[in-house]
């Protein structure tokens, strides 16, 4: 199929993949109220256009965290990686250091962290809360040793959302390897590529601790059964003891926590519901960014996800309030698709909607763009 807008390679991903796998990337939990939330909301926040601006010179770039970026974009975290595409993460980080942004390497990844920082360059790192201490303190020297530039502590998955999707392709429960077996016969580019040559299929920064369980036979059920639903905000200076770089709170969608976060020592956050994936029912990110944004703005870095799929998706989380943007299923779906090849095009897709994004509404840099550049909500559109 031609891949010529980023929502097209969701559909190239659907065909390409078994079925589990790819409702694990394009499911939401429970009835997916608040994954299509996030969408709705986004495509709801208006761009003002404007016109006779001169904007003959369009520049994306940006700095977080001390770094520049060639724009305010982060390859987000997105567990499993390595299933959608041969040592799925490596081919990932190499796309997003090719285009100049860095890539957020989950906890549980196929590919570890040195494997990825050897291959495809020091990413940054995200730490779920386990309950063994030790384990955590094991990943923190690793990510640190890797060179990892910013440390993504997630908060919101403290247990895993309830995900239907999941129970019914095969994804989680402790019997579903028949049923998994069936789909992958059915997609027999996916068994070659990743089925067979993408090995080891491991969570690879949990290696150690798996021992002979490789940690996919029932995936969200080992996520339950491993991860700390006692942490507390008094556990976040533990964390800050451990770790000397930039710490980013994931999964903040309050503005009572985004300003706790900031009080106990965090350098950033991410505004999040982890993409529809917990509490369903819950806000989307959207709406609640602007609130959270005005708490906290000028004392922490802001960074936004879920729902974002295109370029224009990245200007409006930029206009409601963020400084950053993470992209998640949309990098899921480009890797999926067409590895390192299709994250490259993906990415290069997002910066032109950004460029012309930004032509149209007025505004030449990342600094200028703000609420301004939002028209009003409530607002009817004239028929054509």
């Known amino acids: ?27 939401g939990s429970n009835e997916e109220v608040t994954m299509r939330r996030n969408r709705a909301d986004l495509e709801k926040t ?22 520049r970026q060639a724009m305010p974009v982060v390859l987000g975290p997105v567990g499993i990686g390595g299933m959608l595409a041969k040592r799925g993460e490596v081919q ?15 906890t549980v990844s196929i590919c570890d962290i040195a494997e990825v920082a050897r291959d495809g360059g020091a990413p940054w790192f995200q730490l779920y809360v386990i309950r063994d201490r030790g384990v955590m ?9 890797a060179g990892c530039g910013a440390l993504v502590f997630t908060v919101d998955m403290m247990v895993p959302g309830i995900r239907y999707r999941d129970a019914r392709s095969g ?9 998994r077996m069936m789909q992958v016969i059915g997609r027999p580019g996916w068994a070659w590529d990743v089925g067979l040559n993408g090995r080891p299929h491991t969570l690879g920064n ?43 709170i994931k999964g903040v969608l309050d503005a009572g926590d985004a300003t706790e976060a900031r009080a106990l020592g965090a350098d950033g956050i991410v505004v999040s519901n982890h993409g529809g994936r917990q509490l369903d029912g819950a806000a989307s990110t959207a709406s609640m960014l602007p609130a959270i944004a005005e708490a ?30 993470l992209l998640g299923r949309a990098w899921a779906y480009a890797l999926a698709a067409a590895g390192e090849a299709g994250v490259s095009r993906l990415l290069d897709m997002i910066a032109r909607e950004m460029r012309v994004g930004m032509a149209l509404t007025g505004v030449t840099t990342i600094a200028a763009i703000d609420r301004t550049i939002l028209g009003d909500h409530g607002a009817l559109h004239e028929q054509d």
């Open 171 to 179: 994804m989680s429960g402790s019997h579903a390897g028949l049923k």
């Open 137 to 145: 303190r094991e990943l923190l020297a690793r990510a640190s040793a």
């Open 206 to 248: 949990l290696a150690s601790v798996l021992g002979r369980n490789n940690g996919l036979g029932d995936y969200m059920g080992w996520l339950g059964a491993n991860f700390d639903p006692s942490i507390t905000w008094r556990d976040l200076g533990w964390i800050r003891e451990q770790w000397d770089g930039p710490l980013i």
């Open 46 to 67: 208006v761009l003002r256009q404007r016109v006779l601006q001169d904007v003959s010179s369009v520049s994306l770039e940006a700095q977080l965290f001390g770094q």
């Open 1 to 27: 199929m031609i891949l010529s807008s980023p929502l097209d390679f969701r559909e190239a991903a659907r065909r390409r993949l078994p079925r589990f796998l790819f409702d694990y990337v394009d499911g």
């Open 296 to 325: 906290v703005r000028g004392e922490l870095t802001i960074l936004a996800d879920s729902g974002v799929r295109s370029g224009l998706d990245v200007l409006r989380m930029l206009a409601l309030g963020a400084d950053g943007v």
């Open 92 to 106: 990932a980080a190499r796309a997003a250091r090719s285009a100049g942004i860095p890539l957020c390497l989950s």
